[in-house]
């Protein structure tokens, strides 16, 4: 049985699991494939390119309603923030955004940034609200007051900090939405290099299933470099969860690879991998 759309926490939106990002490489035949294949969460970051803002507008002039275009903000002023999403719905051609991603917060965000980003809901230009952070401590204080619709956070069978410091602490009903990020650890999950010595390494797929095996996760988001790694990413949609061996052995070769090295190396070699594409990125 494969993976079904659910709702994405208390927002009421009908989600794929599997969301596309725009930071490695996406662009509009990527994302025409996506929406293809049944995919509508579209997170246009961390890396606003211009390819995939097109591969976006071309979807959207077709099946708008069903979209759920999210849009990364690191912004810290109120003209940046504006400017930023009026900026974002003029190249992804649309009325709104569906989702504000408030994106780096070691803390809740200042009150003034609230104020200004619930103006933004108010007159119709953002519908939802979400927030980035590699705190995971911020999450559970997040929830206290329910202003941030979605969570984004990090999320794999290396890093399972999330399970106990963010998962128990959601409701099982009325919660957040959950989107998670970096489901193979920036390559190194799938990497043999990194691998226990004779276990084959988990494809891709295999990532994204660990991940959303977890009951408290809505949507796993990808960052494909090409169109064959966006097929072997939405592979994981036709498999659905993992039994309890493989999910046992996902956190077998994510302990090992925690204890082999840290994930900033990781994270510098994936990064490296970019810059030395040329892309065009959106201001």
């Not at 649309?94 to 009150?111: C, E, I, Q, S």
């Not at 399970?163 to 998670?180: A, K, R, S, Y």
Request: overall charge positive; hydrophobic content about 40%; charged content about 25%.
């Amino acid at each position: 049985m494969g993976f079904e759309r659910v709702r994405l926490g208390r927002t009421g939106l009908s989600v794929t699991r599997l969301g596309v990002a725009a930071s490695y490489g996406t662009d509009e035949a990527m994302v025409e494939e996506a929406v293809a294949r049944g995919v509508n969460y579209f997170w246009w970051g961390a890396i606003r390119t211009r390819k995939m803002a097109r591969g976006i507008r071309a979807v959207a002039r077709k099946r708008r309603e069903d979209l759920v275009i999210v849009v990364h903000a690191v912004s810290r002023s109120r003209f940046a923030m504006s400017k930023l999403v009026h900026r974002s719905l003029d190249r992804l051609g649309v009325d709104y955004l569906d989702v504000l991603l408030l994106a780096g917060h070691k803390r809740r965000p200042d009150p003034w940034l609230m104020e200004h980003v619930n103006r933004l809901k108010d007159q119709g230009l953002v519908r939802f609200l979400a927030l980035s952070s590699h705190r995971r401590s911020v999450f559970p204080e997040l929830e206290e007051d329910k202003q941030i619709d979605i969570f984004h956070l990090r999320y794999n069978a290396a890093h399972r900090g999330a399970e106990q410091e963010v998962f128990d602490h959601l409701p099982e009903q009325g919660g957040p939405g959950v989107v998670t990020f970096t489901s193979n650890r920036w390559g190194s999950l799938i990497d043999p290099a990194w691998t226990p010595p004779g276990e084959p390494p988990p494809s891709a797929a295999d990532c994204h299933r660990f991940v959303l095996s977890h009951p408290r996760v809505h949507v796993a988001c990808c960052g494909p470099s090409n169109m064959e790694q966006l097929q072997q990413n939405l592979e994981c949609l036709e498999r659905g969860p993992m039994s309890g061996e493989e999910l046992e052995r996902m956190r077998r070769i994510g302990r090992h690879v925690y204890q082999k090295g840290s994930p900033w190396k990781a994270q510098l070699r994936a990064m490296m991998g970019v810059v030395s594409r040329p892309f065009r990125r959106e201001s």
